[in-house]
């Protein structure tokens, strides 16, 4: 029988209850509502409880699980980002290219090759994704293409498998949850980051911070987002991290700085991927998520904040 720490036990009874509160809270709120829009919130409900299950499989099957997860996200995350840039002008070849360093990058984290993990894909999607463009003698769109390509894989396939990396931390720096922790705090604080700013936003939100971008983006609802972000750090950094207690200089320092580091890298990630929607011309990057838009809406902000953490991790453990 698998050994379940008890601290991560507490923690995923802890999460659950509150997804039964907000549920409630929820269905209570949409009575009376337009049918549409409690629609769209009910389903939004339900992709919240679908990635708390998923997110509870990869904290207890830590990295492996971890790896699993995150595969699956790429995957589908490359899918809709290839769709966006135009996938019926890139070509087998480098459609391949693209989808094969999904299950490389994530065997190599999985099996432990934290190393060549880091190095390999950035340089061998690169010369593979030139080489099978140039094998076809195009040269019409050929820097738009390989360049476009090669950003998706970058974004949703190599930055976004740091969050699996952060499990390497574990050995010398284990938190009080287990080996999972790094990886919950990250995942945790993001998204609470982007429900606190999205909220704030659309109750008190009045100056924008990007209007051509993402117009919904507004100063009020960042600094929703930063003292949310900073409080969430300040709370779980005890249990998810092993930074020194809050009561030291240094373990109060770091984990305002994660809050504040975390909250700016998800503020990026975010518009970037406005951006390239903007380009495409669309609202979101599918309908597969409910209440939501597609995979590339739910992991944008996850693809800046997990290689910032990463690093910054690497710099100050």
């Keep these: 029988m698998m050994d379940i720490n008890t601290h991560l036990l507490w923690l995923l ?3 659950f209850a509150a997804l039964c509160g907000g549920t409630v809270v929820r269905i209570v709120a949409i009575r009376n509502t337009d049918p549409d829009l409690a629609m769209k919130r009910m389903g939004s409900l339900k992709v919240w409880w679908t990635l708390a299950l998923l997110m509870s499989f990869a904290a207890v099957f830590q990295r492996p699980g971890a790896a699993v997860l995150l595969a699956v996200a790429s995957f589908l995350g490359l899918s809709e980002f290839l769709n966006l840039i ?5 070509g087998i070849g480098a459609l391949s290219v693209a989808f094969a360093s999904v299950p490389l990058q994530y065997f190599l984290i999985a099996m432990g090759f934290d190393s060549e993990s880091r190095l390999i894909l950035p340089v061998a999607s690169l010369l593979l994704l030139s080489t099978v463009r140039l094998a076809k003698g195009e040269t019409q769109g050929f820097i738009r293409t390989t360049s476009g390509v090669y950003w998706g894989v970058m974004l949703l396939v190599y930055c976004l498998s740091h969050a699996a990396l952060l499990f ?7 938190p009080a949850v287990g080996p999972s922790g790094w990886f919950l705090f990250v995942v945790i604080v993001t998204e609470m980051d982007d429900i606190a700013q999205a909220l704030v936003g659309r109750a008190i939100g009045r100056r924008k911070i990007t209007p051509t971008i993402s117009p919904n983006k507004t100063w009020e609802g960042f ?3 930063v003292i949310t972000s900073v409080l969430l750090s300040l709370l779980l950094a005890p249990w998810l991290t092993s930074f020194p207690s809050i009561s030291t200089i240094r ?3 770091l984990s305002i700085g994660s809050g504040l580091l975390i909250v700016a890298a998800a503020f990026l990630g975010d518009i970037n991927m ?3 929607k903007r380009d495409a011309g669309v609202k979101d990057g599918s309908s597969i998520l409910p209440g939501m838009g597609g995979i590339i809406d739910r992991v944008d902000s996850l693809t800046f904040t997990a290689p910032v953490f990463y690093y910054f991790l690497c710099w100050v453990l």
Aim: aromatic residues 4%; charged residues 10%.
């Design 13 to 15: 009874i802890g999460t």
């Design 86 to 90: 135009g996938k019926q002008h890139i």
């Design 168 to 174: 390497t931390f574990a050995a010398d720096h284990e």
């Design 223 to 225: 600094a929703g987002g």
């Design 251 to 253: 373990g109060l320092l």
């Design 274 to 276: 406005s951006a390239v």
